[in-house]
Structures are given as C-alpha cells and as structure tokens.
C-alpha cells in the first residue's frame, strides 16, 4: 500500500506561482509513475502532468504545458508540482496519484487516463483570484 498526501495548496493571484508536493510513504515510490490530477469546480477530474519513475519521460497538458513542471525526489519519496502562470481556470482540487504499471511513451500521451492509477491522495485546494 502506497498513501499519497498532498500540500502547498492555497489562495494566489492570477499570475502567481504554488508549489504542490506529494509525500509518498507505506513503500517506496521508486517504480511507480506518478501524476497530477486535477478536478474544477463542477467538471470532472482532468489529468495535469505525469513523471516516470526515473523522472527522464514527462507528459503535460496541453492546457498546462509551459506553465508547470513535474518533478520527483524519490529518495525524499516525494514528488512536486511546480505551478507557475497560474489563471482563474487552474482553480481545482489537484491530486497526486501513484500508478504501478505505466505504459510510457515518450513520443506521445500516456499516463493520462486516472484508470491507470492505483493509489491516491485526498487532494489539495488551489484558488486563483483575479
């Protein structure tokens, strides 16, 4: 069993920055992919950025590209979201969730689908004000 928890949420202003982090404990998330999910207000839960567990392969999207950085330190066993750029449509519950068996592809999508993952975190709020 792997739990997840998130922090470094919070209240920014349109253009500032957050850094979220995800802290991994119960095994060692040293072969797992890891992703970043997010869930607005009122829509469903949408994928943001996933790492591979050596952190070489990275995948955005497109709505997201350019503005955050996915990271990972697996010897602290965590993994980071660098938000930057933030708007009032990055408002969302995000979610930090584990997935054993990821089908990298470092041509295209992958990891995308939160079918994919086997464990999750209890998320963190991040509000972006104008």
């Known amino acids: 069993q792997v739990q997840l928890v998130e922090s470094g949420g919070g209240l920014v202003q349109a253009g500032g920055s957050l850094r979220l982090s995800c802290s991994a404990s119960?095994?060692?998330?040293?072969?797992?992919?890891m992703g970043w999910f997010r869930q607005p207000p009122g829509k469903e839960r949408e994928f943001v950025s996933v790492?591979?567990?050596?952190?070489?392969?990275?995948y955005y999207a497109d709505s997201v590209k350019g503005r955050f950085t996915i990271s990972r330190d697996n010897a602290k066993n965590m993994v980071y979201l660098q938000m930057d750029s933030l708007n009032v449509e990055d408002t969302a519950v995000y979610y930090c969730?584990?997935?054993?068996?990821?089908?990298?592809?470092?041509?295209?999508?992958?990891?995308?689908?939160?079918?994919?993952?086997?464990?999750w975190g209890q998320g963190t709020q991040v509000t972006v004000s104008s």
């Open positions: 790492i591979s567990w050596t952190g070489s392969t990275t």
């Open positions: 969730a584990a997935d054993l068996l990821p089908q990298i592809n470092p041509k295209g999508p992958w990891g995308n689908r939160g079918s994919e993952y086997d464990y």
């Open positions: 119960g095994r060692t998330i040293n072969s797992y992919a």
